[in-house]
């Protein structure tokens, strides 16, 4: 009896010292700032549920370069932003922070935001021509969304990027930056001939929910040719294609261009993280619970592509699995 005593003494002892070992493994908190509610709460859900020694986090969506300077300022840890305002934050900053965002690293590129010119179904316009002398929204997170885009830079963006197809002239439309139930209710109410949205696929944006619910609606294309013309003058884009059902009432796929996006992170976060981060991405173990949609997305032999360093954590990942290294 004395010896079944003594035994269960010692596990009793044994249980308590794992349990203690497991409350007293470091956590590292991960704040992901996004660009997407959708994708930011897959990403923390799936950090959360996959990768041990983190507690991740999500912020309210933001602009790619609020998100860019959360990371140089180290207000974020993790960030989903666009590849073209990576690289220029990287080499010389942005208008919110402008000089070089010299803690910037990244983790992967992880899918296309496409290009969206949103009109109403019964709307007239079958191309970027027809918008000529017409109101165009462009949406933006912010309550003073007018202020914002010019402040950022995003208001004088989209306008040359839609008037370098070579279909508009500089004067030939109204751009005005909305939130998006203004820009959803413009649509809806006919005051805004188009609305242009710059969206991450396969992860949807809600706000192409709402407007389905409000109205319906059907995307202009971008042709060869304006794709292009983009491209000349903004080497990240290039020609995309939105598949045929992305959208009710879509029926086939839509031409137009997009730019890479790319989960990016602070330099100083710590190399075993990351390397714990970039494994979860591509872990097919983690595949059944909530890690669809980013992983239709993610191209292993492309992701290490980023046009900024990649982080070391993310380049032993990379070379330890043989994947190309950019």
Do not use: W
């Not at 996004?34 to 309210?60: D, K």
């Amino acid at each position: 009896m004395k010896s079944c005593a003594a035994l269960l003494g010692v596990a009793a002892c044994c249980a308590a010292a794992c349990t203690s070992t497991q409350a007293d493994t470091p956590q590292t908190p991960v704040r992901i700032a996004t660009t997407n509610g959708a994708i930011g709460r897959a990403l923390t859900r799936l950090y959360n549920e996959h990768t041990s020694g983190v507690v991740a986090s999500v912020t309210p969506p933001e602009t790619s370069r609020f998100n860019l300077r959360a990371l140089q300022q180290r207000s974020a840890d993790v960030a989903v932003v666009r590849a073209d305002l990576a690289y220029a934050a990287y080499g010389r900053g942005t208008p919110l922070h402008p000089h070089p965002h010299d803690r910037l690293r990244g983790i992967a590129v992880m899918g296309m935001s496409l290009l969206h010119v949103v009109v109403r179904s019964d709307s007239s316009a079958r191309s970027l021509a027809d918008l000529r002398g017409a109101r165009v929204g462009l949406i933006s997170v912010s309550p003073d969304a007018q202020e914002r885009m010019t402040r950022e830079g995003d208001l004088g963006f989209y306008r040359t990027l839609l008037t370098s197809t070579g279909e508009l002239g500089r004067d030939d439309i109204e751009t005005v930056a909305l939130n998006g139930g203004d820009l959803i209710d413009g649509l809806a109410a006919g005051r805004l001939a188009a609305g242009v949205v710059l969206a991450a696929r396969p992860v949807s944006a809600p706000i192409f929910g709402t407007m389905a619910r409000n109205f319906n609606l059907r995307l202009l294309e971008i042709g060869t040719d304006a794709a292009a013309r983009i491209r000349a003058q903004f080497p990240f884009y290039k020609p995309a294609l939105i598949p045929p059902g992305t959208y009710p009432g879509q029926e086939r796929a839509v031409r137009t261009v997009g730019v890479d996006f790319l989960l990016a992170c602070r330099a100083d976060l710590p190399e075993d993280v990351v390397y714990g981060l970039v494994r979860t991405l591509f872990d097919p173990a983690s595949g059944a619970d909530g890690r669809n949609d980013i992983a239709e997305s993610l191209d292993p032999l492309l992701a290490s592509a980023t046009p900024i360093p990649l982080h070391p954590g993310a380049a032993r990942y990379y070379r330890e699995r043989e994947l190309p290294h950019y």
